[in-house]
């Protein structure tokens, strides 16, 4: 390793450790990175460690800033006090994530996931911000955290700025980080009452995604409302679904609109070949996921 | 438990297990570096090219590393299998992505990649054979019949609907598999004094050695081979190793050092042999009530690039074409046929498990076409002793066909289960817009699978085993059995043991070394307790009875006996073995004792014809497989299999319910998960993320029921278990997705995306 790498405390201690060399790569559980077996070769890049800093690490209730306290249309909450936001630090890991109480609670699809990456020896050591920053189309935390309407938060040398998970993924494993930027964490408005989440791996076990799909909804008088879908590994990015959210909104909820949103779901992606499935499948699956989700949720 | 005398069935612990789970087992990989060079390979990237130019350029090497090419080979450039045509190195032409092409070595691995990085090949593409069609336009590299009775006759018959014969036709494929033993190949060369010193992981010392031999044209006293810990094998250590071993010694005659080569995962699933991939026809008559009357059987195997050991697996695959039934009229074709491919070579059932794979699918079809239920049909037809095999052989009292069908019927409630999926499936159709997210099936399947080499191997062989003491007075039996996780060392001993009268510590088993051990064979074919276990056991008795009769005489004194390793006199107990054998070695007796192995004598096999007893004796295997399909994304998952095997007789409990699980699990990976995928001749996965094996979250919940009906030969009536029970599961796992959702699938793996496929296909051109 590099005699540069070393462990920064802070994240500024990190952001300036970024500056001072720009190809310094940081690494969180490393489950990612060493699986691409760089870390033995002799000309690999300086690295730093982000397990130290312990304001990335961990899941706390923030207060939502008055300004922004706009819940959506249809869920019923106490005027006076915004509800709080859930803050999930970018080191937090999966095994930590998968049994914690708010999020087993408040985003049961979130603590789903989270079990179902890897292995739990994955899961001990692979972190939430590395999923997203590593931002595989098979990153199987994306589309739950599109369909629950998160936001990332982003740490920089001018400070730092929050934006909407949506804006993240910018192209095929490209993502609003600039260079010498940080993942902080990920905040979780509160949980919508309906949330769904189903991956079709390739084994029950240690198993890459060949079709994800999350969803969560707020309904009303036995209708959706607010819906978001969102599904992973057909396409270059995590996606919503907004012709199926847009059958959805307002509709009943019964088996017709489950069935019309997935025949939406069908006629809105283009999925490709690749080794672990075919474009037909992954269609096919999707569509009927999408269906029996909606059934279920 | 039962303890000594009883050894046998007390389900000893394996003597290699404490230091294997501890990690204190040193495989090659663990041994230290100090001195030793690292080998690396240069290797194809075409499936068919002519090698236009090979150069070395030393300034981008190290500068102490060494670099080999098929030039440099002085005895013969090929690997003496049952040919010698696969080149040990390319020179002209390289016939498979992946083919050695030249040899490097230096300090350390990464010079050793750097060297290899250095070698700069240039090709000029050909055309490549890469698919079934071309494949069997070309001359096959072997071919085999098999003909019995008047097939074609009766097949013309039951095509005009005559004799109330119904006539039914199936097309089956399986894939290739790759053995994805936990330690890759791996082998370790060194020169002293012009004799050549090889240490590995490998299946058969023999092979290696007498591969060696060939390659560097040296004389028996020449080659040591040395058997190693080994990380599993399944086939894939049976003919590989000697390659690699050729490698490592060329290298290391060019270092002028040992020299150590062992593969990374990516190259070892890209380079080494898999199963080879077959596809069958079958055209069979049958009478209305599901008698089978004739079958004519076209396997055809993919061989890959060279011949290796395919002729001997086509061989299995056609003697167990038609499985444990009866069927009186075969017509059996059997074809290796060659691609651009890797050498296909020996992997767990050997050629019989692709070939039952079409026959249970085969039944299952007629079962489906005549409305016979899959158990009815196979009882109408099993093979019970007094029935012939399509070769002729007369199957005698220990025929346990009937007798696993059943009890795997019983215990798996097969019948009642098989039914009522049957039901659910027509009334909701699972894969419409029912409402029921899983659909359960079972399948069932019966399988055989004939113990030690085919036709007169074993006469041929007569293999011999030596049994010495040890200066403390301990036994120690010499054989090349090798170990690999099958629990040889741990049955051989207690077979001695046994037949010995002795405790199971007092008899050792030495480590495969050509040095020391005799060739009493390859460590393959579900022959090593069998064969190799019976002929230990009867060189310790031999020995045993040697030195009490010495004793007798020294004593003046008859019918002195051992047991549990204690002297035994008519008047009680004498004294203890091993003072007595160190008693017998002190007045200078000889020490040892060597057998053959005595294949039953009445053994008969035509080669040419393929008429008589291909084997001595048989085990049988059946298996219900319950498998839940997710009618949305058609992912299988297999919930319960029910296995009873018919060994004959069960030596060690705890070893042969683990070969039945472990190649039950195998079977089940193959059938639904496993498969290469290549494009243009490349290998698309060669990564354990993409090459989809089982994990203990996928695998079944298991229950084995062990049958015995002991053949008439050693050890104790017991036939092989090893390979068994990877005949028969893929089919039973094809049938439970049959019964769960409807669709028959005839190739595996049976992906979701070959479901869906079959399923869309079927939907669009009708039911076939
Ligand atoms: C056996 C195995 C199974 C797996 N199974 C799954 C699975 O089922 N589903 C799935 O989605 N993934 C899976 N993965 C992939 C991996 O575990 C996850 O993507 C994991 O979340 C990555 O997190 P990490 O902390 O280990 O990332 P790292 O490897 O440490 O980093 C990954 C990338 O993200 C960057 N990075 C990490 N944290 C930050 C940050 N805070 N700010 C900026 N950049 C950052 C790093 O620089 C690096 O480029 C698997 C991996 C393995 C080895």
Redesign the pocket.
């Known amino acids: 390793m590099n005699p540069a790498s070393g462990l920064p405390r802070t994240v500024d201690e990190a952001l300036l450790r970024l500056q001072e060399r720009p190809d310094t790569?940081?690494?969180?559980?490393?489950?990612?990175?060493?699986?691409r077996d760089r870390l033995a070769r002799a000309d690999a890049p300086p690295v730093i460690d982000?397990l130290a800093i312990e304001e990335?690490h961990g899941i706390e209730e923030i207060a939502t800033p008055p300004s922004e306290a706009k819940r959506p249309a249809g869920a019923d909450a106490d005027p006076t006090t915004p509800p709080p936001l859930l803050r999930i630090g970018?080191?937090t890991?999966?095994g930590e994530i998968r049994v914690d109480r708010r999020v087993v609670e408040g985003y049961p699809i979130l603590a789903e996931v989270a079990s179902?990456?890897?292995?739990r020896?994955?899961q001990n050591?692979?972190?939430?911000?590395?999923?997203?920053?590593?931002a595989?189309p098979?990153?199987?935390?994306?589309p739950v955290l599109l369909a629950l309407a998160a936001e990332v938060e982003i740490a920089s040398p001018d400070g730092r700025r929050r934006i909407p998970y949506d804006a993240f993924h910018l192209g095929y494993r490209e993502t609003a980080?600039g260079p010498g930027?940080?993942?902080?964490a990920v905040l979780l408005p509160p949980p919508p009452p309906h949330q769904a989440f189903r991956?079709v791996?390739t084994r029950a076990a240690?198993?890459?995604?060949k079709v994800m799909v999350a969803m969560a909804a707020h309904s009303r008088q036995g209708r959706w409302s607010s819906m978001r879908i969102a599904a992973g590994s057909v396409a270059p990015v995590p996606m919503r679904l907004r012709a199926a959210e847009k059958v959805c909104e307002g509709a009943p909820i019964d088996v017709e609109t489950a069935t019309e949103a997935a025949e939406a779901a069908w006629g809105e992606v283009e999925p490709i070949d690749d080794v672990r499935s075919t474009a037909r499948y992954r269609r096919w699956a999707l569509s009927r996921v999408v269906r029996r989700l909606l059934l279920e949720m | 438990m039962k303890h000594p005398p009883g050894i046998l069935g007390s389900s000893p612990l394996r003597r290699d297990g404490l230091e294997k789970v501890t990690g204190a087992a040193r495989y090659l990989d663990d041994l230290p570096a100090e001195g030793t060079w690292v080998g690396a390979t240069v290797r194809s990237r075409h499936p068919h090219a002519r090698i236009v130019s090979l150069r070395f350029d030393r300034t981008k090497a190290p500068a102490d590393a060494v670099f080999v090419h098929a030039g440099d080979i002085d005895g013969v450039n090929g690997l003496q299998i049952l040919d010698d045509r696969w080149p040990i190195l390319a020179s002209k032409e390289v016939h498979y992505v992946g083919e050695a092409v030249a040899l490097v070595a230096a300090p350390t691995a990464e010079d050793a990649l750097r060297a290899a990085a250095a070698v700069e090949v240039e090709y000029e593409q050909r055309p490549a054979v890469l698919d079934w069609e071309e494949a069997a336009r070309n001359e096959p590299l072997y071919e085999l019949a098999l003909d019995e009775g008047r097939c074609e006759a009766i097949l013309e018959a039951a095509a005009n609907g005559d004799d109330g014969l119904i006539l039914v036709e199936g097309e089956y494929f399986t894939g290739a598999q790759e053995h994805l033993y936990l330690e890759t190949q791996a082998m370790l060369a060194e020169w002293v004094d012009g004799r050549l010193a090889v240490t590995g992981s490998m299946q058969c010392p023999y092979y290696v050695k007498n591969a060696l031999q060939h390659v560097f044209s040296l004389g028996e006293d020449a080659v040591q081979v040395v058997g190693r810990y080994m990380g599993g094998a399944f086939g894939g250590k049976e003919d590989y190793p000697s390659l690699l071993a050729a490698h490592a010694a060329l290298l290391a005659r060019a270092a002028r050092r040992p020299v150590r080569i062992v593969y990374d995962r990516h190259e070892d699933i890209v380079a080494t042999t898999k199963r080879h991939p077959s596809h069958t026809r079958i055209r069979s008559a049958v009478k209305k009530d599901g008698t089978l009357v004739a079958a004519r059987v076209d396997f055809d195997l993919d061989g890959g690039a060279y011949l290796g050991l395919s002729p001997v697996v086509l061989s299995r695959g056609i003697l167990h074409a038609t499985g444990p039934y009866r069927v009186p009229n075969v017509r059996i074709r059997g074809r290796v046929l060659r691609t651009d491919t890797p050498p296909s070579g020996a992997f767990r059932g050997f050629g019989a498990p692709q070939s039952q794979f079409a026959w249970e699918r085969h039944m299952d079809r007629i079962g489906r076409r005549l409305g016979i239920d899959p158990l009815t049909l196979r009882r109408r037809n099993v093979l019970h002793p007094g029935d012939r095999l399509p070769t002729g052989q007369l199957m005698d009292a220990s025929c346990g066909a009937a007798a696993a069908l059943e009890e795997a019927a019983r215990r798996g409630d097969f019948l009642r289960r098989w039914k009522k999926a049957e039901e659910d499936r027509r009334r909701d159709e699972p894969l419409g817009r029912g409402n029921r997210p899983v659909a359960t099936g079972v399948g069932l399947s019966l399988a055989f699978h004939g113990a030690g080499f085919t036709g007169l191997g074993e006469h041929r062989m007569r293999s011999p085993v030596t049994v010495r003491l040890t200066a403390e007075g301990r036994l120690e039996i010499l054989c090349a059995a090798t170990e690999m996780g099958q629990g040889a060392v741990t049955v051989l001993p207690m077979l001695a043991a046994d037949a010995a009268g002795l405790r199971i510590d007092d008899v050792l088993i030495h480590e495969p070394d050509t040095d020391v051990v005799p060739d009493s064979g390859p460590t393959v074919a579900s022959r090593t307790t069998m064969v190799v276990g019976a002929t230990a056991a009867r060189a310790a008795h031999e020995l045993v009875q040697r030195i009490v009769q010495w004793k007798e005489e020294q004593m003046g004194e008859a019918a002195l006996r051992v047991e549990d390793s204690r002297l035994l006199g008519p008047g009680g107990e004498i004294g203890d073995f091993r003072e007595l054998a160190r008693e017998y070695l002190a007045a200078g007796q000889p020490d040892a004792v060597t057998v053959h192995n005595e294949p039953p004598p009445w053994q008969r096999f035509d080669e040419d014809s393929y008429h008589g007893s291909a084997y001595p004796t048989y085990s049988y295997q059946a298996q219900v497989i319950e498998v839940e399909v997710d009618t949305d994304t058609l992912q299988v998952r297999p919930t319960r299999a029910v296995a009873a095997a018919e060994v004959g007789k069960v030596l060690h409990e705890v070893q042969c319910r683990g070969q039945v699980e472990g190649g039950l699990l195998q079977a089940v990976g193959w059938a639904l998960w496993e498969e290469m995928k290549r494009k243009d001749g490349q290998l698309l996965n060669d990564r354990m993320?993409t090459y989809i094996v089982p994990t203990f979250l996928d695998a079944p919940e298991m229950e084995v029921h062990l049958i015995e009906e002991p053949w008439e030969g050693p050890p104790h009536g017991a036939k092989g278990v090893g390979e068994l029970p990877m005949d028969g599961p893929a089919s039973a796992v094809c049938a439970a997705i049959e019964n769960a959702v409807g669709i028959a699938l005839d190739s595996i793996p049976a992906t979701p995306e070959r479901l869906l496929d079959h399923h869309i296909e079927a939907a669009q051109g009708g039911r076939r």
Do not use: Y
């Open positions: 790569v940081a690494l969180a559980g490393c489950t990612d990175w060493m699986v982000l990335l970018a080191t890991t999966f179902q990456i890897g292995s020896q994955i050591r692979a972190t939430l911000g590395g999923n997203l920053v590593n595989s098979a990153g199987d935390s994306l980080l930027e940080l993942l902080t991956k791996g240690v198993a890459i995604s | 993320t």
